[in-house]
T-cell receptor, first 117, second 112 residues
């Protein structure tokens, strides 16, 4: 079975400072990895994904993440945050072998990012 | 806009009642997923349908059921509702050869 651990439930950071949101996963098989963002009262929007290939993945809004197989981690980073980045961020995994077009996701508990002016 | 449409956006109902949540996937997507987001359990996968057939089941209660119709829209039926069923219910869809799931805006269910 897969599981995802997001080590920080809340992360406050000053505007224009860098941020790292941590994600570790547990799986006995290879995985696909995702970061989603949820703004207040909205649905989930995909920030970036890792399927294979380069371990450094770039996403929307200036975010990037690095897949580290040996540490089973997929941390999300942004070099300079904006007020508009205030939201909840979810790390998720899926099993590539679950069938064509199947992206059943196991989510972490989420990290609330608060950007302080 | 993800292209996934969920109705209604909000639903308030009493304990013991039954409700139906509706989801229209993106055009061309064959898979529909249902997730529950609650404060204590977080985001949990409930069930997946692929082209009308149940593909995978997660932590879905026996009081809950779902189906996917020939036009590919899906409905999640919740019955004998309890206070603890109050949550945000998300639908997502994915394409047969896609690489990600797209989420709707969710239906917020409040059981009083």
């Amino acid at each position: 079975a897969q599981s995802v651990t997001q080590l920080d439930s809340q992360v406050p950071v000053f505007e224009e400072a860098p941020v790292e949101l941590r994600c570790n996963y547990s799986s006995s098989v290879s995985v696909y990895l995702f970061w989603y963002v949820q703004y207040p009262n909205q649905g989930l929007q995909l920030l970036l994904k890792y399927l294979s290939g380069s371990t450094l993945v770039k996403g929307i809004n200036g975010f990037e993440a690095e897949f580290n197989k040996s540490q089973t981690s997929f941390h999300l980073r942004k070099p300079s945050v904006h007020i508009s980045d205030t939201a909840e961020y979810f790390c998720a995994v899926s099993d590539p072998h679950s069938g064509a077009g199947s992206y059943q996701l196991t989510f972490g508990k989420g990290t609330k990012l608060s950007v302080i002016p | 806009d993800s292209g996934v449409t969920q109705t209604p956006k909000h639903l308030i109902t009493a304990t013991g009642q039954r409700v139906t949540l509706r989801c229209s996937p993106r055009s061309g997507d064959l898979s529909v997923y249902w997730y529950q987001q609650s404060l204590d359990q977080g985001l949990q996968f409930l069930i997946q349908y692929y082209n009308g057939e149940e593909r995978a089941k997660g932590n879905i209660l026996e009081r809950f059921s779902a189906q996917q119709f020939p036009d590919l829209h899906s409905e999640l039926n919740l019955s004998s509702l309890e206070l603890g069923d109050s949550a945000l219910y998300f639908c997502a869809s994915s394409a047969p050869v896609g690489t990600e799931a797209f989420f709707g805006q969710g239906t917020r269910l409040t059981v009083v």
